[in-house]
């Protein structure tokens, strides 16, 4: 499946646009990560255990939005968009969307 | 009194440990932007490039605390307002971080340049305390890769 943040590919030529696939993805840290983040608190520095949960999040809202796209029909996924809320304490969501298209020549 | 104790205590330990950690950083941030300058990152929206090329989705993305005692700085300025000097080293870092992790992984995959790059800033502190802040920044772009 091809993946762009793009408007377009160079190259080849979109025939058919599908609309808007989406992904999300809510994930919580658990406790003791959250202990060990607010020890970390105190002497700054990156968070490795939440950079990788979010890694992890992300990519998994990604297959989800990929499999829409597959249900479609699309080859392609065009324009995609990230975005991260923190919908409730200890708890973040992420969304990706994008436009399902058909690419000529695109396996 | 003990309270004041314990306050002061994690203000120095802040202060001395979150100080010793962003000279680390910034230092091992600079290094790898002389390494990485070979590839360009552009925010434009329209490639510049001719030819064709393959696109890949590429993304980099970190998560960055504060320390005690930029928390404590950062209380202390909002009586009387003005720049937070500690909180944009803080920012400035997680950002720079970011784009060096896009740029490393569009690197391994061979691309020669990245285009539309989005940045994205996000506050997770969740559960930890009001006082403390946690910050993920993602970047991410389309590289091109000549086909």
């Given amino acids: 499946m091809f993946i762009s943040n793009l408007e377009f590919t160079t190259g080849k030529k979109v025939t058919k646009h599908l609309g808007l696939v989406q992904g999300s993805s809510v994930r919580a840290k658990h406790a003791g990560r959250d202990i060990m983040a607010s020890l970390k608190n105190l002497f700054g520095g990156e968070l490795k255990g939440y950079t990788e949960l979010l890694q992890e999040s992300r990519e998994e809202a990604t297959q989800r939005m990929l499999a829409q796209a597959r249900a479609v029909g699309a080859n392609a996924v065009l324009n995609v968009r990230f975005s991260t809320s923190s919908i409730a304490a200890g708890a973040a969501e992420i969304y990706v969307y994008g436009t399902a298209v058909i690419l000529d020549g695109q396996g | ?147």
């Fill in chain 2, 1 to 147: 009194m003990y309270e004041l104790i314990i306050t002061l205590v994690l203000i120095t330990l802040g202060y001395f440990f979150g100080s010793r950690a962003e000279k680390k950083h910034y230092k091992s941030i600079i290094e790898r932007e002389k390494i990485l300058n070979s590839l360009p990152v552009m925010a434009s929206r329209i490639p510049i490039v001719k030819g064709d090329y393959d696109q890949i989705l590429v993304s980099g993305n970190v998560v960055i605390a504060s320390d005690y005692f930029k928390g404590f700085v950062a209380s202390l300025r909002n009586l009387f307002g003005g720049r937070l000097r500690t909180y944009e080293t803080l920012l400035d870092r997680a950002r720079r971080e970011a784009i060096l992790r896009m740029k490393e992984q569009a690197q391994e995959l061979g691309a020669d340049i990245i285009f539309n790059v989005k940045y994205e800033t996000s506050n997770i502190s969740g559960q930890v305390s009001s006082k403390m802040s946690v910050i993920e920044v993602h970047a991410y772009g389309t590289a091109l890769k000549k086909a």
